[in-house]
């Protein structure tokens, strides 16, 4: 069982940057994959972003070259970090994992992960 806590979303104004956290109990974190969903009010669960145990990434095309996901396995936290932020960035952050097995498309997939955090807000203003 693993149980994740994101912290670090807020109200930030376009062009600005945030960092968001997520914090996973368990002693076997580092044998997970990470990733980062959002979701806008009237919208789909949107894939961010994932690194899986090896360090291997991936990001949604909305967010390429603007964000960049890290995990500190010492410290069982994972980290998205936000750049260049743009009003359609709004929504609420969900950090997700799931084990570090499987092709890559079941790393994008919402559905394929098994252990969700509560989700913080990101607020994007311009």
């Known amino acids: 069982q693993v149980q994740l806590v994101e912290s670090g979303g807020g109200s930030v104004q376009a062009g600005g940057s945030l960092r968001l956290s997520c914090a996973a109990s368990?002693?076997?974190?580092?044998?997970?994959?990470v990733g980062w969903f959002r979701q806008a009010p009237g919208k789909e669960r949107e894939f961010v972003s994932v690194?899986?145990?090896?360090?291997?990434?991936y990001y949604g095309d909305s967010v390429k070259g603007r964000f960049t996901i890290s995990r500190d396995n010492a410290e069982n936290t994972a980290y998205l970090q936000m750049n260049s932020l743009k009003s359609e960035d709004t929504a609420v952050y969900y950090c997700?994992?799931?084990?570090?097995?499987?092709?890559?498309?079941?790393?994008?997939?919402?559905?394929?992960?098994?252990?969700w955090g509560q989700g913080t807000q990101v607020t994007v203003s311009s």
């Open positions: 368990g002693p076997t974190f580092g044998s997970y994959a």
């Open positions: 690194i899986r145990s090896g360090g291997t990434t």
């Open positions: 997700a994992a799931r084990r570090n097995i499987g092709p890559a498309v079941l790393f994008t997939a919402a559905p394929k992960f098994d252990y």
